[in-house]
């Protein structure tokens, strides 16, 4: 993959949105799913069983077993953070399956997708560190990978980026 295939893909089919977050109100045809009750409380485990099952149902729904997929981690820190540059990005160490995928994964730091357009970037000590990998579902561990997110929305002890409190991140997954 080139590492100009996200930027002309968005541009091809959705130009002029920009990935962040909350990235259903930034394009005018969105769908959202409940992935879990919300009348339900999210400690119940019912709860966390339910968003389990849906997303992965939805993750079957979207993409099938020969699909492109572009999975998309931009993890939000600092300047100063120099975390990332000691460790290697657990999400995808966990969960591709072959780790020689591993290195064509795509790394460029873009500035923070929160910036305000406003601000002076000199002032912002704001950084978004976004990974890309193209790849077929068959290579992810995509139901341990959408069990883990479900146990960030949930606050759940176990967390993708848990020794790395002070950063956050999200993930996408982009059906070419």
Not at 2 to 15: A, D, G, H, I, Q
Not at 135 to 143: I, W
């Amino acid at each position: 993959m080139s590492t100009n295939t996200l930027p002309s893909f968005l541009e091809k089919y959705f130009e002029g949105l920009t990935l962040s977050p909350a990235l259903f109100y930034s394009w005018k045809y969105s769908i959202r799913f409940e992935i879990s009750d919300p009348l339900i409380s999210s400690h119940e485990k019912d709860c966390l069983n339910q968003a389990f099952h849906r997303s992965i149902t939805l993750f079957h729904r979207v993409f099938e077993e020969g699909d492109e997929i572009l999975f998309i981690t931009d993890v939000h820190t600092t300047n100063k953070d120099r975390f990332l540059q000691k460790r290697p990005l657990n999400v995808y160490l966990k969960y591709i399956k072959d780790k020689q995928r591993l290195y064509q994964l795509n790394h460029h730091c873009v500035p923070s997708v929160f910036q305000d357009e406003d601000e002076d970037e000199d002032d912002d000590q704001s950084l978004t560190h976004r990974y890309v990998l193209s790849c077929k579902k068959t290579e992810l561990r995509y139901a341990q990978l959408l069990k883990a997110i479900n146990y960030e929305d949930f606050a759940h002890p176990s967390t993708i980026l848990k020794s790395n409190s002070q950063s956050s991140y999200d993930i996408y997954f982009i059906n070419l």
